[in-house]
């Protein structure tokens, strides 16, 4: 099956960008990696009052962007976006006031009916040592966060996508696995053309075992009632 606007997503330190190459390049597609260019964010530090405009401009921001992506998906070979625009209202969540998250989600709202649906999201998931261990490699541990908050939001991306159903989705997990790996991504490629629809899980040959469930505190996958 075609794949025109595949998102890939997961926490920080999941492999997000480094997927997202990896796949556009086997798939002849083009890749959009976001970029945080918000002017709202370094005043956060000094007054927390900053967190609602910044938290605004990402969601107006990331709206803009959405439509674009969506719009070239059809008109080109593709594309391959390591961003979902789900993640704005994540960290809102994480980071606004009761009030706050008030005015914002009326916001959400109202831009929500016009937000495109990827063909795919291809979620990864991570043990917390392996999260922690890649954002301190790819130099993001000094974004002001501690690792406190850096596992609510991997926590609050397990609660996310175990309510998604806005698109198929696929979940990997990456914590034995290195994303530059090509045979890595060749394989992926493969379950990409093969998943039909729902919820699928992916693991990937090579790994060195199964994370456990305290290694992996966040599943996005649904159980049997």
Do not use: C
């Amino acid at each position: 099956m075609e794949r025109r606007f595949i998102v890939v997503e997961g926490p920080p330190g999941a492999g997000k960008s480094d997927l997202a190459r990896g796949l556009a390049a086997a798939l002849g597609a083009r890749v959009d990696l976001e970029v945080l260019q918000n002017p709202f964010v370094t005043g956060i530090r000094r007054d927390p009052r900053h967190a609602f405009a910044a938290q605004v401009f990402f969601l107006l921001d990331r709206w803009r962007r959405q439509a674009d992506l969506a719009q070239e998906s059809l008109l080109s070979r593709g594309v391959v976006a390591d961003w979902h625009f789900a993640r704005d209202r994540l960290y809102a969540a994480l980071t606004l006031s009761r009030e706050e998250i008030a005015l914002y989600d009326y916001l959400h709202r109202l831009l929500l009916p016009r937000v495109t649906r990827p063909d795919l999201v291809v979620l990864l998931q991570a043990s917390l040592p392996t999260l922690a261990r890649r954002v301190k490699r790819n130099g993001n541990g000094t974004d002001g966060h501690d690792e406190g908050f850096h596992k609510e939001v991997a926590e609050a991306y397990g609660e996310l996508f175990f309510r998604y159903a806005e698109s198929p989705l696929l979940v990997v997990d990456t914590t034995e696995v290195d994303l530059d790996d090509a045979t890595m991504v060749a394989d992926l490629v493969a379950v990409i053309r093969k998943h039909r629809g729902g919820i699928g899980h992916y693991k990937p040959l090579g790994s060195r075992g199964r994370a456990t469930e305290t290694e992996v505190p966040w599943r996005a996958q649904r159980k049997s009632r």
